[in-house]
């Protein structure tokens, strides 16, 4: 947080993301630091609905102003225009000025397919890569190792 740099948590569904984006965020907040939490799909939707009631300026000052802001699940959905054009907007705000913390099940070499325009794309990851930490997790889904160990109890149990 201090150093204003980037964690980029990347792995298969249910195997700890999350979990640890909102862990990082509850250390930041025991530090002192303001900490907002959110999907990057409802982000997005948030600033597209906000220029019908001109509140842009002020939604987007929301996601800038936080000493971190976690977004997670990039890449769940595919951007239009304009959420890239909304997702640079907050991500150029925040460079060297603040961190960001952004969850993905897609490996890093897809994130440029992920974002519409090839250019707002590079321009995006340069930013947000360069005093970037990335968290590869892999294994199965622990969701999913929960739900054999059910179904696996209720079969014994018959």
């Given at each position: ?70 977004l ?32 993905s ?43 054999q ?10």
């Amino acid at each position: 947080m201090r150093k204003k740099e980037n964690v980029a948590p990347i792995g298969p569904p249910g195997t700890g993301k999350t979990l640890l984006a909102i862990s990082l965020g509850v250390k930041a907040v025991t530090q002192g630091y303001k900490v907002l939490f959110t999907t990057v799909n409802e982000m997005l939707e948030e600033l597209y609905l906000s220029r019908a009631d001109n509140s842009f300026n002020q939604k987007l000052r929301q996601y800038t102003n936080p000493d971190l802001l976690i977004l997670d699940e990039l890449g769940l959905k595919k951007l239009n225009q304009n959420s890239v054009d909304d997702f640079y907007e907050i991500v150029a705000k925040r460079y060297e000025n603040s961190s960001i913390i952004i969850t993905s099940n897609k490996s890093f070499d897809e994130w440029g397919r992920i974002f519409y325009d090839p250019v707002l794309a590079t321009a995006i990851l340069d930013r947000f890569v360069q005093h970037c930490h990335f968290v590869v997790i892999k294994g199965e889904s622990y969701r999913m190792k929960q739900q054999q160990k059910t179904l696996k109890n209720i079969t014994e149990a018959q």
